[in-house]
């Protein structure tokens, strides 16, 4: 591993040395919340050299000095929410359940806590609260429904 310049404006050029001889680039830099990213930027033995890793950090500590987002072209991904996975679930749950009209309302009535919340972020420790407080008001029967509609959900969405 080596340091190819200092970290001027949180960013720095390293390169790390593999078994098999060849060199890959990574630029090392400080986003928005402080926090540190590392990003590869390619092996030597695929055209990639210092002076174009340079070119990259510079347009990374330009971007930082602007207030940009200094991602290298990527994307950000887009958060994908409970009621996101919900909306394409009805649509396929109308041509192909006759009952549709009641998942539709348990999701509303039932399972608005989790209408905003990212889908990843959502635990089996989440569902275990939310039986535990329904189970104070409703029969147990009706807590069952509502958690299979919502397992039917999640799962219609790994599946598609």
């Not at 928005?32 to 033995?45: F, P, T, Y």
């Amino acid at each position: 591993m080596g340091f190819i310049n200092s970290r001027k404006y949180g960013a720095s050029v390293q390169l790390y040395t593999k078994k098999n001889g060849d060199i890959s680039y990574y630029i090392t830099y400080k986003d928005e919340i402080n926090k540190l990213k590392r990003v590869k930027i390619g092996d030597k033995s695929k055209g990639i050299n210092e002076h174009y890793c340079f070119q990259r950090r510079n347009e990374i500590v330009h971007k930082i000095q602007l207030g940009e987002d200094p991602t290298l072209g990527k994307k950000r991904k887009r958060k994908t929410t409970f009621e996101d996975i919900f909306n394409d679930y009805i649509i396929w749950a109308k041509g192909n359940k006759k009952s549709w009209f009641k998942d539709e309302e348990l999701f509303k009535n039932h399972l608005e806590r989790f209408h905003n919340q990212n889908v990843v972020d959502i635990k089996p420790k989440d569902f275990e609260d939310f039986k535990q407080k329904k189970l104070e008001v409703l029969s147990v029967r009706t807590v069952e429904y509502i958690l299979a509609v919502a397992r039917q959900i999640i799962n219609y969405a790994i599946r598609n």
